[in-house]
């Protein structure tokens, strides 16, 4: 009979332990992680992280935010461009113009996109293809955004005489993203 009592003793004090507050789960010094389900719709969005990034020059850590954000929203023009463009910038030329090119076959007039495109191709060397892509480009901004409108004057200059633009690393071209800001891409020597 008093194993019975203590047994039963024994079980009401470890109910009344679990009801308490505090514990391993709840402890707010727990070593442990919080449990429960992550919200992604409070969470930053990765374009914007991504684009903060690439004005930092932290090009691999923007390309890690464009996937995330990639995953969260697709592969739409939008993050395709955004890959592509820190992939360009990490001198991936061939990623990025994959990417690119399927942001422009989702989205034929975004012009940032084509932009992007032809800076990539003049990397590449393929500057009779770049001023036709400048050139789309130009026309669906408008002719409004000097970037594009500086790197279809470039592409046309270097067309026209490619001796002069043979010894000459110093010529800019410049990305360009949907928002506010926008990414120097500076030649190499």
């Not at 004090?13 to 507050?21: G, I, K």
């Not at 390309?63 to 955004?82: C, P, W």
């Not at 901004?141 to 004057?153: H, P, Y």
Request: aromatic residues 8%; contains cysteine; charged residues 20%.
């Amino acid at each position: 009979m008093i194993k019975n009592w203590v047994a039963m003793i024994a079980a009401f004090s470890l109910l009344t332990a679990c009801q308490q507050t505090g514990g391993l789960g709840t402890s707010e010094d727990s070593p442990f992680a919080p449990t429960g389900a992550y919200d992604l719709d409070s969470s930053v969005d990765g374009l914007i992280v991504g684009h903060r990034l690439m004005a930092a020059g932290e090009y691999q850590l923007a390309l890690r935010a464009y996937n995330r954000a990639a995953g969260v929203q697709g592969l739409n023009v939008d993050t395709l461009s955004a890959i592509g463009s820190a992939n360009l910038k990490l001198g991936r030329l061939g990623q990025a113009e994959r990417s690119l090119r399927l942001a422009v076959e989702q989205d034929d007039s975004f012009p940032a996109a084509w932009n992007n495109l032809g800076v990539i191709l003049m990397e590449k060397g393929e500057t009779g293809e770049a001023e036709q892509v400048f050139h789309r480009a130009y026309a669906l901004d408008s002719g409004e955004s000097d970037s594009i409108r500086e790197n279809l004057r470039l592409a046309i200059a270097k067309n026209q005489n490619p001796e002069y633009y043979e010894g000459n690393n110093n010529i800019n071209f410049e990305l360009v993203r949907r928002g506010s800001s926008e990414y120097l891409l500076l030649s190499t020597p």
